[in-house]
């Protein structure tokens, strides 16, 4: 497991009355892993924190984060699990680079560690139902009966919604069972099916005026609009595609959402002083050369990238050479890598 | 047999990120340097494959301009509002009744993201592309999706709403409904009262126009679905899985595989993308300092483990390993390295 280290004024004061972070990014950067980093440091903070997967399945077991799938209850980290790498984030924003550099390990240990959800559609759309319409034989006649079953499963947005719903049913809409947590971090779908959930309370609000689906539609917008109760976070890589349809994702969101997206550079190559110093020393090996040309790309996309004046900070997370399959990581604790 | 079309289709599936659109565009390039007539499409949002090949975009088959292919691929990017319009046009038994429909708030609003139309869409226009025989290959980039499979049940999905007669619950007044019809009516009542109570007498106002619209197409959805599955269960259709090498996207690419099993489908071939650096095999025995020979070995370990997690999860598949090549190879190249691996296979 790959942890990063914000220290606790700095998140306190980059996320001061945050509560919804929604993680996107193109399919295969690493969305999964990066928001489950960052879930754990703002529970490390003391933020009572919920990380959600929106899945159809969970993924942490398959990406050798934890041992079983994730619920749609939310169940608690075992703690021993949660002894991170040390790893060094540096900030990057235009002007003064803040450098946040992880604390003690055992200082670490004692922190709280989040909880974690499965939040499918269906099951956000049956609890709504059981919560409005208190009856539960007809929420069972509802969705256990073949025939609704086959007209809830095609009705347009239905799911987006019941997800989105419950994503946003903390204060102040306050709607459905109640949501006690300071933070959400929602590991949400790639670029293009995200964007299409996010716009989905509009369409439905612009179909629908009066009644509550219109009603409930227009207060979901409303939140997904408000810095003050949403944050969107957009992961990368240092490479063609993905920073492509980031820059292309940020314009979006900015102009759609009004919002200003938290950028995650991942997989950055992350080499320490002495292989640096050799790298320099030895230009002429293959290596070297294979290395310097990833550097150049790497600082050729990074410009890109930061050439794009609405982040509201850029963050980036080091390559990492993980122990390799899940049977691996479920046997052993992450190997610590010497960083020096 | 003597009647079927000769055309052969090979659908790439596979979750988000892996590169299916680039290597569904060089499978077709492949095909096409061999000397084949070759259609390749996709219903991708981001449009990559209009950018890979110089396409259109307008949702029209568009012939690829580049000299090695001597004019025998064509492209498509699906519109798929617009053939879901189209369909709705060509289904619906009285025009007025489609443009109904096409005019419903709940439509426009919603019908792309009307859950199973995409995959619907493209499975409709491989439909018509194989009927039309004009053609040696398609090659059919799906959709992502979490589940891929749900590609090939979704229109199953769309048919059970009209089977199950849900459609019929928004179209028959209850005058003329025979005792039968109307004791069952009784369950539907209750469901359609808890749906007003949970959405709002809007939403089921509309939902029931869209309902009426449809009146008349499920026959003709019926019809086309078995002409569309025969053609995916027939032996002239291949699946070709598409994943990385990441132990995640091996899980992935495994429960996929299954899934097909379970379809009664097998996997022809599976792509493995993004495998291993292109320039491995230059330092591999290079003799290096120690800082950067810990980085060389840790990269190597990491190849190893993955290599061996890939041939324990894919034991009876053929596997095609590609490289990370730093940069985005154009479909051309990598079609050419697919032949390649193609030649070494069979010198084996």
């Known amino acids: 497991m790959q942890c990063a280290m914000l220290a606790p004024v700095a998140l306190a004061r980059i996320f001061p009355r945050m509560k919804i972070h929604f993680f996107t990014g193109k399919g295969g950067v690493g969305k999964t892993t990066v928001s489950w980093m960052f879930a754990h440091e703002l529970a490390r903070?003391?933020?009572?924190?919920?990380?959600?997967?929106?899945?159809?399945?969970?993924?942490?077991?398959?990406?050798?984060?934890?041992?079983?799938?994730?619920?749609?209850?939310?169940?608690?980290?075992?703690?021993?699990?949660?002894?991170g790498n040390q790893w060094k984030l540096q900030q990057l924003p235009k002007g003064q680079p803040e450098q946040l550099l992880p604390g003690p390990r055992h200082e670490r240990s004692l922190g709280r560690s989040p909880e974690r959800s499965l939040w499918r559609g269906q099951d956000c759309l049956r609890e709504y139902a059981h919560h409005l319409l208190k009856i539960s034989p007809l929420v069972d006649?509802?969705?256990?009966?073949?025939?609704?079953?086959?007209?809830?499963?095609?009705?347009?947005?239905?799911?987006?919604?019941?997800?989105?719903?419950?994503?946003?049913?903390?204060?102040?809409?306050?709607?459905g069972p109640p949501l006690d947590y300071d933070a959400l971090v929602v590991d949400a779908y790639a670029s293009g099916h995200f964007l299409s959930l996010l716009r989905s309370p509009q369409g439905m609000a612009k179909a629908i005026r009066f009644g509550p689906m219109g009603k409930q539609s227009r207060a979901i917008h409303e939140m997904l609009i408000n810095p003050e109760y949403t944050q969107y976070h957009l992961v990368s890589l240092l490479e063609d595609l993905p920073v492509e349809e980031s820059l292309e994702l940020g314009s979006t969101l900015k102009n759609e959402f009004d919002a200003k997206p938290h950028l995650w550079i991942n997989r950055v190559l992350q080499l320490d002083p002495e292989q640096m110093e050799e790298l320099a020393r030895f230009p002429n090996l293959n290596l070297s050369k294979v290395l310097h040309e990833r550097l150049q790309f790497e600082t050729k996309f990074r410009t890109q990238l930061l050439d794009f004046p609405s982040w509201a900070d850029v963050r980036e997370v080091p390559e990492f050479f993980a122990p390799q399959t899940s049977q691996d990581t479920g046997g052993q604790a992450d190997r610590p890598r010497d960083l020096k | 047999m003597t009647k079927a079309p000769r055309t052969k289709v090979i659908l790439s599936m596979g979750s988000g990120g892996v590169g299916k659109t680039?290597?569904?565009?060089?499978?077709?390039?492949?095909?096409?340097?061999?000397?084949?007539?070759?259609?390749?499409?996709?219903?991708?949002?981001?449009?990559?494959?209009?950018?890979?090949?110089?396409?259109?975009?307008?949702?029209?088959?568009?012939?690829?301009?580049?000299?090695?292919?001597?004019?025998?691929?064509?492209?498509?990017?699906l519109d798929s509002r617009g053939i879901f319009d189209d369909f709705i046009r060509k289904a619906a038994e009285h025009t007025a009744a489609a443009e109904k429909l096409l005019n419903n708030r709940l439509y426009q609003e919603l019908s792309t993201s009307l859950s199973g139309s995409q995959e619907f869409t493209s499975l409709e226009k491989l439909r018509e592309l194989v009927m039309s025989d004009e053609y040696d290959l398609v090659v059919v980039d799906t959709p992502p999706a979490d589940h891929a499979i749900e590609f090939l049940t979704a229109p199953d999905r769309l048919a059970a709403l009209f089977d199950e007669g849900v459609a019929s619950w928004f179209r028959t007044p209850l005058s003329q409904q025979g005792?039968?019809?109307?004791?069952?009516?009784?369950?539907?009542?209750?469901?359609?009262?808890?749906?007003?109570?949970?959405?709002?007498?809007?939403?089921?106002?509309?939902?029931?126009?869209?309902?009426?619209?449809?009146?008349?197409?499920?026959?003709?959805?019926?019809?086309?679905?078995?002409?569309?599955?025969?053609?995916?269960?027939?032996?002239?259709?291949?699946?070709?899985?598409?994943?990385?090498?990441?132990?995640?996207?091996?899980?992935?690419?495994?429960?996929?595989?299954?899934?097909l099993t379970d379809e009664g489908i097998q996997t022809a071939h599976i792509l493995v993308n993004r495998c291993y650096p292109h320039w491995i095999e230059t330092v591999q025995n290079e003799s290096l300092p120690p800082g950067l020979k810990r980085w060389r070995d840790d990269i190597q370990s990491?190849?190893?483990?993955?290599?061996?997690?890939?041939?324990?999860?894919?034991?009876?598949?053929?596997?095609?390993?590609?490289?990370?090549?730093?940069?985005?190879?154009?479909?051309?190249?990598?079609?050419?390295?697919?032949?390649?691996?193609?030649?070494?296979?069979?010198?084996?």
């Open chain 1, 45 to 83: 903070s003391g933020q009572k924190t919920l990380f959600i997967e929106t899945s159809e399945e969970s993924l942490l077991p398959d990406l050798g984060l934890a041992d079983s799938p994730s619920t749609f209850v939310p169940k608690e980290i075992p703690s021993q699990r949660q002894n």
């Open chain 1, 141 to 175: 006649l509802l969705f256990d009966h073949k025939i609704t079953q086959s007209l809830i499963q095609v009705a347009p947005a239905v799911f987006e919604l019941a997800l989105l719903g419950k994503i946003t049913s903390g204060p102040p809409r306050l709607v």
């Open chain 2, 22 to 77: 680039t290597l569904s565009a060089a499978t077709a390039c492949k095909a096409a340097l061999e000397g084949k007539r070759v259609v390749v499409m996709t219903i991708d949002p981001s449009a990559r494959l209009k950018d890979l090949l110089g396409l259109s975009g307008d949702g029209q088959l568009t012939q690829v301009q580049w000299p090695e292919l001597e004019g025998r691929l064509w492209g498509l990017v």
């Open chain 2, 179 to 259: 005792f039968l019809k109307r004791i069952i009516r009784k369950g539907a009542n209750q469901v359609l009262r808890a749906l007003e109570l949970l959405t709002g007498a809007e939403f089921i106002r509309e939902l029931s126009d869209f309902f009426n619209s449809l009146s008349g197409w499920q026959g003709r959805l019926r019809d086309r679905l078995m002409e569309t599955k025969s053609i995916l269960h027939g032996e002239n259709c291949d699946f070709q899985v598409v994943c990385t090498s990441e132990p995640a996207q091996i899980s992935q690419a495994s429960k996929l595989i299954n899934g």
């Open chain 2, 302 to 348: 990491q190849i190893q483990s993955r290599d061996v997690l890939m041939n324990k999860s894919f034991a009876t598949q053929k596997l095609v390993k590609i490289p990370h090549f730093g940069f985005e190879p154009n479909p051309i190249q990598l079609a050419k390295f697919l032949q390649a691996q193609e030649k070494l296979g069979v010198k084996k």
